[in-house]
């Protein structure tokens, strides 16, 4: 019976040291993910979400389309392939380059934060 009791005190004392262990990882590692660099789904840009505020992200709330304008107002230059009344441009804000920064601004958004 004694050594039944020094047997279980040695496992008790070995899973409670297990456990600190465990919990002292999680608290650093924790503390690792905050810091660690992320991309952004709407800009693709890299971000520290420590640094990540209302205007750290800028991009496009709507695709890139190719149809008319509402307005149908101003001149295009269509390339040679496109049908007479496309117009290429962002739904959002009517900018016609693909390449146009974006015209809103927000927080980063991770594929983490899913």
Known sequence: MVKLKEILSGVVSAGNYWFRLGMEMEKTGEGENK??????????QSYSPS???TS?????????????????????????????????????????????TGCTT???????DD
């Open 106 to 112: 927000s927080f980063h958004v991770s594929y983490d």
């Open 51 to 53: 640094a990540n505020n």
């Open 56 to 100: 750290s992200c800028r991009f496009h709330p709507s695709f890139f389309v190719c149809r008319r304008h509402d307005d149908q107002k101003r001149y295009y230059e269509l390339g040679p392939d496109d049908p007479p009344y496309a117009a290429k441009f962002y739904d959002c804000c009517e900018a016609e380059d693909p390449e146009a």
């Open 35 to 44: 810091n660690k660099e992320k991309i952004c789904k709407r800009c693709q």
